[in-house]
Each structure stands twice: as C-alpha cells, then as structure tokens.
C-alpha cells in the first residue's frame, strides 16, 4: 500500500508558475500509476496527468497540455507537477493518486486506490 503526502501548492498572479510533489511511501510506488487531480469549488474531480510506473508513458488533460508537466523518481519515491502559465481558471485543490500495483494508468477518479490530502492552488487576475 502507498501513502501520499502532496506539498508545493500556494498562490500566484496569472503567468505564474508553481512545482507540485507528491511523498509516497510503501513498497509499491514503482510498480504504480500516478496521477494527478484537481478540484475547484462546485465542481467535480477531475484528471489533469498521469504516468505509468516507470515513467516512460505520460497522459495529459487537454486544457494542461504545453502548461504543465508530470514527472516521477522511483529512486526517492516522488511525483512531481510543473505547472506553467497558470490561469485563474486552475484554482483548485490539487490531489495525487496511485492506482494499484501493475495497473495502467486512467483518468477515471474511480480507478485510484490511493489519495493524498490535497494542496491549494489559487491564482489571481
């Protein structure tokens, strides 16, 4: 079982640029899709990108692509979020996700196991 600790959210003017990570620990993490999530207020979870367990494979929401980046350590157990020109419109509480061990990686919600506690995202106009 892999558990999730997230840091790196805050607040930032439009244009900024925040680096989310995600802690895990357990024996399991390698073996294991990471994604993340986010949620605004009044609106339901939803995906923003994933990777496989090795990294090679990684998925992307429409409205992220060419903004943010997923990246991953399996050597210090970490998930990382690069978020780039960011829009007020990205204001959400931020999740990581692992699916369970040797799955592929999803955008469903339903298909991760595991979550963080989530970290806040706020830009401002």
């Known amino acids: 079982q892999v558990q999730l600790v997230e840091s790196g959210g805050g607040s930032v003017q439009t244009g900024g640029s925040l680096r989310l990570s995600c802690a895990a620990s357990?024996?399991?993490?390698?073996?294991?899709?990471m994604a993340w999530f986010r949620q605004a207020p009044g609106k339901e979870r939803e995906f923003v990108a994933g990777?496989?367990?090795?990294?090679?494979?990684?998925y992307y929401a429409e409205f992220v692509k060419g903004r943010f980046t997923i990246a991953r350590s399996n050597a210090n157990k970490i998930v990382t979020l690069q978020m780039n020109s960011l829009e007020p419109e990205d204001t959400a509480v931020y999740y990581c996700?692992?699916?369970?061990?040797?799955?592929?990686?999803?955008?469903?919600?339903?298909?991760?196991?595991?979550w963080g506690q989530g970290t806040q995202v706020t830009v401002s106009s």
């Open positions: 357990g024996r399991t993490f390698s073996s294991s899709a």
């Open positions: 996700a692992a699916r369970r061990p040797w799955s592929y990686t999803t955008n469903r919600v339903s298909d991760y196991d595991t």
């Open positions: 990777i496989d367990g090795f990294g090679n494979e990684k």
